[in-house]
């Protein structure tokens, strides 16, 4: 009998986890990026940083935004401005990459180019402890 209420709870306790995983990623918002975006630029705004350290500077342990890009795009870039030191790190179906400021883009985060179709979860960072508000620019545009 022990035995049988054993294999009961073990279901049911998996099961628990996987809503509240689920729940967890909900909680991150999504955005689908179709061709002809609008508006364009579209912002939005969040704080950097977080308490998880990588090699993109200081994070948060869930990404601040989830894009959907639902077709190939020839052209998007994305721009992060802080009165920090901002990151992006970008995790999605063509790798992981860390985009720091730099003086080309006057202080900003900045990547552009060709994107393919898939979900990427960016965590805007922060090379210093502190956090602070950011602006988050989608843009087709080339400047």
């Known amino acids: 009998m022990k035995k049988l ?4 709870i073990v279901p049911t306790a998996l099961a628990m986890s996987l809503v509240f995983t689920e729940a967890n ?16 630029p579209l912002v939005l705004n969040g704080k950097s ?9 200081n994070i948060s342990a869930e990404p601040n935004q989830v894009i959907q890009v639902t077709e190939s795009l020839p052209y998007l870039r994305l721009t992060v401005e802080s009165q920090g030191k901002p990151t992006l790190l970008i995790d999605g179906p063509g790798g992981r990459f860390c985009v720091l400021a730099d003086s080309y883009s006057g202080g ?10 898939g979900t990427y979860s960016l965590h805007v960072g922060e090379l210093s402890k502190q956090e602070y508000s950011y602006t988050l620019s989608i843009s087709q545009k080339n400047k």
């Open 25 to 40: 990623l909900a909680q991150t918002p999504t955005i689908q990026i179709h061709q002809n975006l609008q508006p364009d």
């Open 49 to 57: 940083g977080g308490t998880v350290k990588s090699n993109c500077g």
């Open 108 to 117: 900003k985060s900045e990547l552009s180019g060709f994107w393919q179709a």
């Open 5 to 8: 209420r054993l294999l009961a």
